[in-house]
């Protein structure tokens, strides 16, 4: 961090100033030109607030030259990670699609689903226990019951399951779940994030609506320093002043969050766009994108789904994707798993 000083700062207030610093552990390298006073920080100044450091009067401005995240940066961990889900791995060259309906609704839809998102080529499955809806009037999903669902139809299949947490006071729910997913909704909601990092199933952490990628590089560091290393980020896209579409997919964001981060990167092209038409094409583009893996909501009846049906893909629909991925994604120099 380089801390800028105001010209008329009085010494005696720079030295307390940089004693308490040095106090943090920090070395500081001082120049002093004819008209700027420059302290260059050295150390680890993740833990320092850029706004604590203009608060103090002898500041006039500072700016931040390292990443405020360590264990998620790339800098410190210059090869990809690959999360183990179960025993199927994404990042570092493995590739895996997460497939299923975007909530459980009975033990046939659920099952039948699996079975059919497995016989393609997924080989994770998802489904929403706990739903986060808009209008507290809509479905908020079979909730406990539901996990107990998703349980049974991965016995039918043998697929690990991922499924959504809102409350750290459901998390004992989780315990048999293999891939828990922190929801857009959720990215910061950090005591849920310290919550999931202290147990050690891996961690799907989708990015908020309106949230930089920094912020969701942050939100993997809170998981990560509590302990749980097994960090998978996805693009679900954000909100821009673009109408015709649910989202906009970020895709320039999955290649910059692999410059930034070594965790892998997962896309969700049904939530970016909310049109199932649409869905093809951009998980195609994610793939071309370098993505690590995608997440692509399967409905068997998409007009009768209890929720985002029009962004659902019908069984049929994802054997043509994922016959088409089976072919590309070796190009990309990735393994389908
Ligand atoms: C979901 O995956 O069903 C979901 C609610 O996603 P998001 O948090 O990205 O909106
Ligand atoms: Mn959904």
């Not at 839809?109 to 739903?131: E, H, P, Y």
């Not at 050690?200 to 949230?211: E, T």
């Not at 560091?221 to 002043?241: D, H, K, S, W």
């Not at 895709?251 to 093809?280: E, F, N, R, Y």
């Amino acid at each position: 961090m380089i801390i800028i000083l105001k010209q008329d700062a009085p010494e005696q207030k720079v030295r307390q100033f940089c004693d308490e610093l040095k106090g943090m552990g920090l070395e500081i390298n001082d120049s002093k030109g004819s008209d700027t006073h420059i302290l260059g920080l050295i150390g680890d100044t993740k833990a320092i607030a850029e706004s604590w450091v203009l608060a103090n009067p002898v500041v006039e401005t500072c700016r931040r030259v390292s990443e405020p995240y360590k264990k998620a940066n790339r800098k410190f961990h210059p090869d990809d990670t690959a999360v183990d889900v179960s025993g199927i791995k994404l990042g570092a060259g493995h590739f895996a699609v997460i497939a299923g309906p975007c909530s459980i609704e009975s033990e046939a839809q659920i099952t039948d689903v699996a079975q059919r998102v497995k016989a393609a080529g997924a080989s994770l499955l998802r489904g929403g226990a706990f739903k986060p809806r808009t209008s507290p009037y809509s479905f908020q999903g079979m909730r406990g019951e539901g996990l107990d669902l998703l349980k049974i139809a991965r016995r039918a299949t043998g697929q690990p399951i991922v499924t959504e947490i809102m409350n750290t006071e459901h998390l004992p729910l989780f315990e048999n779940v293999d891939l828990i997913q922190v929801g857009a909704r959720n990215m910061q909601n950090f005591e849920l994030l310290k919550a999931v990092g202290r147990q050690k199933k891996p961690v799907l952490l989708k990015r908020g609506l309106a949230n930089t990628l920094e912020e969701l590089v942050m939100s993997a560091e809170y998981i990560m320093a509590e302990g749980n290393e097994n960090v998978i980020l996805c693009e679900r896209g954000i909100r821009t002043f673009e109408t015709s579409m649910r989202n906009t997919l970020d895709l320039a964001g999955v290649v910059m969050l692999h410059k930034m981060t070594h965790l892998p990167v997962v896309v969700d092209p049904s939530h970016a766009c909310g049109q199932a038409w649409m869905v093809p094409q951009l998980a195609k583009a994610a793939v071309a994108a370098g993505a690590d893996g995608l997440m692509i909501e399967v409905h068997n009846d998409p007009p009768k789904a209890k929720c985002d049906g029009a962004q659902s893909l019908t069984p049929d629909q994802f054997d043509e994707l994922m016959a088409f991925l089976k072919q590309e994604i070796p190009f990309f120099g990735k393994e389908l798993n």
